[in-house]
T-cell receptor, first 114, second 111 residues
Framework: DAGITQSPRYKITETGRQVTLMCHQT?????MFWYRQDLGHGLRLIYY???????DKGEVPDGYVVSRSKTENFPLTLESATRSQTSVYFC?????????????FGPGTRLTVT | QKEVEQDPGPLSVPEGAIVSLNCTYS??????FMWYRQYSRKGPELLMY????GNKEDGRFTAQVDKSSKYISLFIRDSQPSDSATYLC???????????FGTGTSLTVIP
């Protein structure tokens, strides 16, 4: 039972480069989420998705793009990476309506933008 | 004002102590309340999940929700060194699609 996985686990990139972080879940959960975690700010929601082809902005969406063509995948793209996007990124999922809203997290991707 | 406030600690207790972790919130619409444990360089792990008010117990862990005071607590009985981690509270309104997290309390249990 793989659960929720993220790749890569570590990434170093240069300012201005495009970077895509992958998230895959095997539970068929309806909802998926992307968070970033920074010291002093805790977890902040970037984007979330209620189902395939349905996405919505969270608290800090600027500079990020998401897509969800399949229920199990929810990639996050930084179109032109900036140093302020250096962070730890977590993907999460939950069943949603009629199934519960408790979120389960992946192991995280540690991204450094130089 | 932040949606959720959590004392960052750090909190240091001897093994076997009872630990009390707390969060306050401002949005009276919050209905779902969760506690997560996060070890260093790992993803948050769901500990407790409560809908609306009341208490919930699971082994050494008890979660309490007081909606009238907008206050939630997590109690850890007989604390163990393996409980040393950062504890995050999280909460959401009825739709459940956006959760708000506290910044986390760092706990160290000393053997």
């Amino acid at each position: 039972d793989a659960g929720i996985t993220q790749s890569p686990r570590y990434k170093i990139t240069e300012t201005g480069r495009q970077v895509t972080l992958m998230c895959h879940q095997t539970w068929s959960h309806s909802y998926m989420f992307w968070y970033r975690q920074d010291l002093g700010h805790g977890l902040r929601l970037i984007y979330y998705s209620a189902a395939a082809d349905i996405t919505d902005k969270g608290e800090v969406p600027d500079g990020y793009v998401v897509s969800r063509s399949k229920t199990e995948n929810f990639p996050l793209t930084l179109e032109s990476a900036t140093r302020s996007q250096t962070s730890v990124y977590f993907c999460a999922s939950c069943k949603g309506p009629n199934g519960g809203y408790e979120q389960y997290f992946g192991p995280g991707t540690r991204l450094t933008v130089t | 004002q932040k949606e959720v406030e959590q004392d960052p600690g750090p909190l240091s207790v001897p093994e076997g102590a009872i630990v009390s972790l707390n969060c306050t919130y401002s949005n009276s619409a919050f209905q779902y309340f969760m506690w997560y444990r996060q070890y260093s360089r790992k993803g948050p792990e769901l500990l407790m999940y409560t809908y609306s008010s009341g208490n919930k117990e699971d082994g050494r862990f008890t979660a309490q929700v007081d909606k009238s005071s907008k206050y939630i607590s997590l109690f850890i009985r007989d604390s163990q060194p393996s409980d040393s981690a950062t504890y995050l509270c999280a909460m959401s309104a009825k739709t459940g699609n956006q959760f708000y997290f506290g910044t986390g309390t760092s706990l160290t249990v000393i053997p």
